[in-house]
């Protein structure tokens, strides 16, 4: 797996909703198992930044359909919680929503990231072929 392709949500910042004071931060990615999913909280009034969710669901289209849900679900928990404070501006939530919906779909098209197990396993037969055939140890 390599660096680029590891969950990061709150890092890529690429799939986020909420408004100036709190977001909620996605990211997913295909793995051996199936999708592997990663939501960060950021409350600057409240101080805090934590991972809430965490998880791997299977890799068909009943597996990802609450992962769908994710930015409207954060959004209304954010509205809710900012029901009569105007100060934060509006929850902003729906390009998110496609670009989310978009990103999970692809990832059901994808082949799965190799676990670092069988990028080991890899090095160690491409070792093992050099050994053989190429330095002369026979």
Same mark, same amino acid.
């Given at each position: ?51 809430? &969710? ?12 609450? !992962?769908?849900? @994710?930015?409207? $679900?954060? +959004? ?36 799965? &990231? ?12 491409? !070792?093992?072929? @050099?050994?053989? $055939?190429? +330095?002369?140890?026979?």
């Amino acid at each position: 797996m390599t660096e680029e392709n590891k969950l990061d949500a709150y890092g890529h910042l690429t799939w986020t909703v909420g408004n100036e004071d709190w977001i909620a931060c996605f990211d997913a990615r295909r793995v051996k198992d199936g999708i592997e999913y990663h939501v960060v909280v950021d409350c600057e009034s409240g101080g805090f930044t934590d991972t809430i &969710e965490h998880g791997t669901v299977p890799a068909t289209p009943e597996g990802i359909a609450n !992962l769908l849900c @994710f930015p409207s $679900y954060y +959004a209304d928990i954010c509205s809710e919680h900012y029901l009569d404070d105007d100060k934060y501006g509006p929850v902003e939530w729906q390009e998110t929503d496609a670009s989310w919906r978009r990103h999970l779909e692809f990832l059901l098209t994808v082949e799965p &990231e190799p676990d670092e197990a069988d990028e080991d396993y890899s090095d160690e037969q491409s !070792l093992d072929y @050099f050994n053989r $055939y190429i +330095a002369g140890d026979r």
